[in-house]
């Protein structure tokens, strides 16, 4: 029996520690972890590199350069992650560039991962692309359970984004990840779109891995902010289970809060960003 139950957890703890983790910002977390066909935001070259050139500041910025940051970690959780993610794009949107760390740990299983990425127009149509490296290093530490695995993912993404009649941004996005193939999976595919209307109210839908190469899984997010005042409410579904959340945005500056109610566990967790 006791062998039985060290093989169980071997078992468990590769597929864990086999499995890329997302970049996750507080505000990605609380809208389901929608960012394939949004990446609009700090964590942009992660969630697809194509979004780069496209980010959106928020508050009031005089530089070439307009820049996001933004910082996370987890307050109460089944599990412990803290990241930091920067974004930055050109004045005139012909360029755009971002990178970031993060560290999550579950019971024995942990995770380091950093890299960056690049994004370009590639027409005057609204289409550009962008490619991103991620090097992630996961390890098991707990004795007979001992290991590291190291990785490095080289992804490709598209992203299509057009203002409507009606003043909504629409974008579309599509990501190729692994294209080296370092995953027995790989390489898997992501789609997914997005539109902010003009009250603010934006709503994304992500399909991950749309060839099943693992398991499909469909993300739903939005974000809304309270008219009137510094307050924004978000909540979403990743793969079916609930995320939600609220930022406090003063200038250039923003609080935020997320919660989510996964398979893996519950976690709250707390951000802040900055724009300049």
């Given amino acids: 029996m006791r062998n039985l139950t060290w093989i169980v957890m071997i078992v468990a703890l590769v597929a864990l520690v086999g499995t890329p983790v997302l970049a996750q910002n507080a505000r990605s977390s609380a809208m389901g972890s929608v960012g394939v066909g949004l990446a609009d935001d700090s964590q942009a070259f992660g969630d697809n590199p194509a979004g780069l050139c496209f980010i959106n500041p928020f508050g009031m910025s005089d530089s ?32 755009g560039w971002g990178a970031g760390y993060w560290h999550s740990e579950m019971g024995a299983a942990e995770s380091d991962a950093y890299g960056g990425g690049f994004g370009m127009p590639i027409s005057d149509a609204g289409f550009s692309a962008g490619v991103s490296v991620i090097h992630q290093d996961q390890g098991v530490a707990a004795g007979q359970l001992g290991g590291d695995m190291e990785n490095t993912f080289i992804n490709i993404g598209l992203m299509y984004i057009r203002l409507d009649d009606e003043s909504n941004v629409w974008r579309i996005g599509a990501v190729a990840r692994d294209i080296t193939e370092e995953m027995a999976a ?36 939005a974000e809304l902010p309270i008219q009137g005042t510094a307050f924004l409410v978000r909540a979403g579904l990743r793969d079916g289970d609930f995320t939600a959340g609220a930022g406090y945005r003063q200038a250039n500056w923003e609080l935020s809060a997320s919660f989510q109610d996964l398979d893996g566990g519950e976690e709250a967790a707390i951000g802040v960003a900055g724009c300049f």
Wanted: hydrophobic share 40%.
């Fill in 64 to 95: 070439q350069w307009p820049s996001m940051v933004s910082g996370v970690a987890s307050v109460d959780a089944d599990w412990d992650r803290y990241g930091i993610f920067y974004s930055t794009r050109s004045i005139d949107y012909t360029q």
């Fill in 186 to 221: 790989a390489p898997w595919y992501d789609i997914g779109g997005s539109i902010m209307m003009p009250n603010g109210l934006t709503v994304g839908v992500d399909v991950l891995d749309v060839t099943e190469e693992v398991k499909s899984t469909v993300n739903v997010g």
